[in-house]
């Protein structure tokens, strides 16, 4: 996906709850062994899981992870800028020259 407005939302599998005495709502995000483009930077990754996959986790099955997911995920070199909340412009998220 390209930062040109191209970007879509991932489905990522995680659990939520409220619990103790200020009814106090909590969640989680569900990670998995990495994918492939993303092995050499982190050793897991969001569960993110196929599209038909929701339906047999929730019923107690193992989620099946999107097969697609090497093709979607890309891994690029991007600003500095992008460590800091206070910079939020589309540059962001623009590939640098793997030079950089």
Do not use: Y
């Amino acid at each position: 996906m390209s930062a040109a407005g191209m970007w879509r939302a991932a489905d990522l599998a995680g659990l939520w709850e409220r619990w103790g005495p200020d009814n106090l709502l909590t969640c989680t995000i569900l990670t998995t062994e990495p994918c492939d483009g993303i092995r050499d930077l982190h050793n897991r990754m969001p569960l993110m899981p196929a599209k038909d996959g929701f339906e047999p986790w929730l019923a107690g099955e193992d989620p099946a992870v999107d097969p697609g997911i090497d093709k979607a995920v890309q891994v690029m070199p991007v600003s500095p800028k992008m460590n800091s909340p206070r910079h939020n412009e589309p540059d962001c998220v623009e590939a640098l020259a793997e030079s950089v």
